[in-house]
């Protein structure tokens, strides 16, 4: 099956439709998502998943989307909140890993997949989506002095991935407690961004 072309004009699936999908992602990964499996563990017929015109790149782009869109909604306020960029950037990595603890089990599924394009948001794909307000962070840090960065847009992307994928290997598979999972992912990946004695360590001794 292939999973990384989706209509850009598709539907958007309903709640109901995108838990099912969420489960069975979580459950049995990305080859056990069909039309059936979807109707099924939905509680509803193959033939209103037709009639409503959804595929399953319909709802695998539905399940991303509400995680990028669970990680813009908490993230915002550290974005756009007080502090230098620097002290912004780590508290908003934090909420990446909370974002991670709420929806890792689907979006692990999708380690090394192509982006995807969102429906209805023209140039917008669900990388873009997780990227965009870290960018945001590092050019602030750029202005306000508390960063080194030559470019955002690769730093943030580098950095972002950095802290996600390290928070979820070191919880779920070696047990880490979550907080020193989250500081120690976060001192790793923004060591090279930070300006001497502009940011609080993530993890004691980081710096």
């Not at 999973?3 to 995108?18: F, T, W």
């Not at 990595?93 to 689907?106: Q, Y």
């Not at 669900?126 to 470019?151: A, H, K, N, Q």
């Amino acid at each position: 099956m292939q999973h990384g072309i989706v209509n850009p004009m598709g539907p958007a699936p309903d709640d109901q439709v995108l838990d099912a999908a969420d489960r069975i992602i979580e459950r049995e990964g990305l080859r056990g998502l069909s039309l059936s499996s979807i109707a099924d563990e939905a509680g509803i017929s193959r033939v209103t998943l037709h009639r409503r015109g959804i595929s399953v790149n319909d709802c695998l782009v539905g399940v991303l989307v509400r995680a990028s869109d669970d990680l813009r909604t908490s993230l915002w306020p550290v974005a756009t909140g007080s502090g230098d960029a620097a002290e912004r950037l780590e508290m908003g990595l934090r909420v990446l890993c909370e974002v991670a603890e709420r929806h890792g089990g689907v979006v692990v599924q999708f380690f090394g997949q192509p982006n995807l394009p969102i429906p209805g948001r023209p140039g917008r794909t669900t990388s873009l989506e997780f990227i965009e307000l870290f960018e945001r962070l590092l050019r602030d840090g750029m202005t306000d002095g508390s960063l080194s960065v030559t470019d955002p847009a690769r730093e943030a992307t580098l950095i972002a991935n950095s802290v996600f994928w390290t928070y979820l290997q070191m919880t779920r598979a070696h047990g880490w407690p979550p907080d020193e999972a989250a500081g120690r992912a976060i001192a790793m990946a923004t060591g090279t961004v930070r300006t001497p004695g502009c940011i609080t360590p993530a993890w004691p001794a980081a710096c």
